[in-house]
T-cell receptor, first 116, second 113 residues
Framework: GAVVSQHPSRVICKSGTSVKIECRSL??????MFWYRQFPKKSLMLMAT?????????EQGVEKDKFLINHASLTLSTLTVTSAHPEDSSFYIC????????????FGEGSRLTVL | DQQVKQNSPSLSVQEGRISILNCDYT??????FLWYKKYPAEGPTFLIS?????DKNEDGRFTVFLNKSAKHLSLHIVPSQPGDSAVYFC????????????FGKGTKLSVKP
């Protein structure tokens, strides 16, 4: 079955540094990738939608200069948290779609970011 | 190997009838399970959860059943409404409600009037 891999699964960084999280579709071409942030009580906030080769579409309230998303190929999207702040500490999840009609999404394992 | 499996990609149900969405898991360490609902172009929204110490949790028309011995959970929607048409994701975590989520692939539910 389709597999989406996220790396790293856990990262700790100092305040002010930048952190890159990778999301890879291992055995299918992901025309669209989504990035989410998990909030308390398990709510997931959609941060942005990225289509291969084009700029990401950010949801309202998400700072695009802070959360840089690149979808350079059909198998890789990256999320870079720039000038990380302790408030950015969270669980970030990516998901990928092959574009098939069924609405299936394949989720990555998530990345736990802790900013000190 | 997938730890959370939703083996039915789609389900079609008549309005007013019961919808049953199934989810199987392989990791016996999972102790918290959740269902999310997702409309097109939106992020998944939390629907209902259950802790492994329970076997049933009910919230209005939605009931989640957990069978730990079978490593199986199901979401029942009664009665089904056209507005319930969406993709439903099962998720599980280790470490209770604070654990990282592992998602299934989703099941697309279509409720026909």
């Amino acid at each position: 079955g389709a597999v989406v891999s996220q790396h790293p699964s856990r990262v700790i960084c100092k305040s002010g540094t930048s952190v890159k999280i990778e999301c890879r579709s291992l055995d299918f071409q992901a025309t669209t990738m989504f990035w989410y942030r998990q909030f308390p009580k398990k709510s997931l906030m959609l941060m942005a939608t990225s289509n291969e080769g084009s700029k990401a579409t950010y949801e309202q309230g998400v700072e695009k200069d802070k959360f840089l998303i690149n979808h350079a190929s059909l198998t890789l999207s990256t999320l870079t948290v720039t000038s990380a702040h302790p408030e950015d500490s969270s669980f970030y999840i990516c998901s990928a779609s092959s574009g098939r009609f069924n609405g299936e999404l394949f989720f990555g394992e998530g990345s736990r970011l802790t900013v000190l | 190997d997938q730890q959370v499996k939703q083996n039915s990609p789609s389900l079609s149900v008549q309005e007013g009838r019961i919808s049953i969405l199934n989810c199987d898991y392989t990791n016996s360490m999972f102790d918290y399970f959740l269902w999310y609902k997702k409309y097109p172009a939106e992020g998944p929204t939390f629907l209902i959860s259950i802790s492994s110490i329970k076997d049933k949790n009910e919230d209005g028309r939605f009931t989640v059943f957990l069978n730990k011995s079978a490593k199986h959970l199901s979401l029942h929607i009664v009665p089904s409404q056209p507005g319930d048409s969406a993709v439903y994701f099962c998720a599980a975590s280790v470490g209770g409600s604070q654990g990282n989520l592992i998602f299934g692939k989703g099941t697309k539910l279509s409720v026909k009037p």
